[in-house]
């Protein structure tokens, strides 16, 4: 049978109307094993995988002088001061911690609920997710100044009894960020673990099937494999759903435990989780529209497939212009002068600028993909996520800066200026998330074949 990208599977009964699209337009399975391992077998990568190693090897560049530098000089070469202390280390970390929620998002709670238009999209969100907590746990380990007794965050038994502070929020991301990153970790392994598999037995030098092969974990697809695999799955899908609410929740408490004007509010913890899957899902479709071009994968990285996260960035961009508004409500009606002061002063202060930066990229542009054909459109949707992007960082800045630039007493307050370290350690960190995402698409498979497979009608002849 000749199936199209139009086609259609039911798996759970619905109306055909609701039933998730065939992403392949392919007469044969075999066809999305050859498509996506051929990526990994080619031995010349194509000229758009090389230019964006070669920016991000020198990003990467960057970033190792930056912190190199750091280390040598002390967190003097920052634009941190007094009242604020907190510059762009923690501003990043939050920024870098919400791109990986679109990851869990999309590959543990849609398969809880069956969604399977997921499945194009999945393994390379839920790699995204590895990288970004990765780029994440940086900050908070070159922030502390004294790097080398950083240690000192975990809970070590130790001669002299001495421990962390529990009741510390700082000490609240650590468990929360490592939980969610071991989580993730194990999840994306084992989806991985069939298709490895695949590559392992196609593989055709040494080397390759010994590396392979290793990391396939001994798989050999007999029913008891699989039965143990989809049980696996689920369990790590149900422990992962849980994370993408309080993982981003104990962040926001960095915050919103503060008695310091701009950061006191309960409003932070469903306000940081919406930011973090908007901004996630905006770089996931930043990352998938190149990908797809450069690597060939358009059949089975479909417009239908950015379509729908399009929608959850519009859902998600409307909430967080709604907790936007909401601020300014809370503070008044909580009759703070203070805290009516510090979100006014957001707008139209000595930051006016970051603030508005904030509200058009995060309100008003996503407001486009209310319109299909922006929706659909390739240039419109990069646009579109790349602001978004830029906004949600700025979003960070405003509430971390700000708020600490303009606290209870005017003879503390000061200005907060950026140096040339601060740039290069954020430019740099873009350096090893691509870095780790390309390396990524070249020897592991950026598409989950088996689960692509499931979802076409020939892997259920019985439905025809």
């Given amino acids: 049978?000749?199936?199209?990208?139009?086609?259609?599977?039911?798996?759970?009964?619905?109306?055909?109307?609701?039933?998730?699209?065939?992403?392949?337009?392919?007469?044969?399975?075999?066809?999305?094993?050859?498509?996506?391992?051929?990526?990994?077998?080619?031995?010349?990568?194509?000229?758009?995988?090389?230019?964006?190693?070669?920016?991000?090897?020198?990003?990467?560049?960057?970033?190792?002088?930056?912190v190199f530098y750091l280390f040598f000089v002390g967190v003097g070469v920052w634009g941190v001061n007094n009242p604020v202390g907190w510059g762009f280390a923690i501003v990043n970390f939050v920024f870098w911690v919400g791109i990986g929620h679109a990851g869990t998002l999309i590959s543990a709670i849609l398969y809880l609920f069956r969604q399977t238009w997921r499945t194009g999209i999945n393994r390379s969100a839920e790699a995204m997710t590895i990288f970004a907590v990765i780029c994440a746990g940086l900050f908070p380990g070159i922030h502390v100044g004294r790097v080398w007794v950083v240690y000192w965050m975990f809970p070590l038994p130790n001669q002299m009894e001495m421990w962390p502070q529990f009741r510390s929020p700082l000490l609240w991301d650590v468990f929360a960020v490592s939980t969610y990153f071991t989580v993730s970790l194990l999840f994306w392994y084992t989806g991985l673990v069939p298709d490895i598999a695949s590559v392992r037995d196609r593989a055709k030098h040494r080397i390759r099937q010994i590396g392979y092969g290793i990391l396939a974990i001994g798989w050999r697809g007999s029913n008891r494999h699989w039965h143990r695999y989809e049980r696996a799955y689920l369990i790590l899908a149900a422990l992962s759903t849980p994370l993408v609410l309080s993982v981003h929740s104990v962040?926001?408490?960095?915050?919103?435990?503060?008695?310091?004007?701009?950061?006191?509010?309960?409003?932070?913890?469903?306000?940081?989780?919406?930011?973090?899957?908007?901004?996630?899902?905006?770089?996931?479709?930043?990352?998938?529209?190149?990908?797809?071009?450069?690597?060939?994968?358009?059949?089975?990285?479909?417009?239908?497939?950015?379509?729908?996260?399009?929608?959850?960035?519009?859902?998600?961009?409307?909430?967080?212009?709604?907790?936007?508004?909401?601020?300014?409500?809370?503070?008044?009606?909580?009759?703070?002068?203070?805290?009516?002061?510090a979100f006014i002063s957001r707008a139209t202060g000595p930051f006016w600028w970051a603030y508005w930066i904030m509200v058009s990229c995060n309100v008003i542009f996503p407001q486009l993909f209310w319109f299909k054909k922006l929706r659909t459109s390739l240039p419109a949707m990069m646009v579109v996520c790349l602001l978004v992007n830029v906004g949600m960082w700025f979003e960070r800045f405003v509430i971390t800066v700000t708020s600490l630039s303009s606290d209870f007493l005017p003879s503390s307050w000061g200005y907060y200026y950026p140096t040339l370290i601060d740039f290069t350690t954020l430019i740099g960190s873009f350096g090893l998330f691509f870095t780790l995402f390309l390396l990524f698409c070249r020897f592991l498979p950026i598409v989950a074949m088996a689960e692509v497979k499931m979802t076409m009608p020939q892997a259920h002849p019985s439905k025809h």
């Fill in 1 to 66: 049978m000749n199936t199209t990208a139009a086609s259609y599977l039911d798996n759970t009964g619905k109306d055909p109307t609701q039933r998730a699209p065939l992403v392949l337009g392919a007469n044969d399975l075999h066809d999305v094993t050859d498509k996506v391992c051929g990526i990994i077998e080619n031995p010349k990568p194509s000229t758009g995988w090389y230019v964006g190693m070669a920016v991000s090897l020198l990003l990467l560049a960057v970033l190792g002088y930056s």
């Fill in 251 to 341: 962040v926001s408490f960095d915050f919103a435990v503060a008695q310091l004007p701009g950061w006191h509010t309960t409003i932070f913890p469903p306000y940081f989780v919406a930011g973090a899957i908007f901004s996630g899902f905006a770089m996931v479709v930043t990352l998938l529209v190149p990908a797809r071009k450069w690597l060939g994968l358009e059949e089975l990285i479909t417009l239908r497939h950015l379509e729908n996260m399009n929608k959850i960035i519009l859902v998600t961009g409307s909430m967080v212009g709604y907790a936007y508004a909401m601020e300014f409500f809370i503070a008044w009606y909580g009759g703070v002068h203070e805290e009516t002061f």
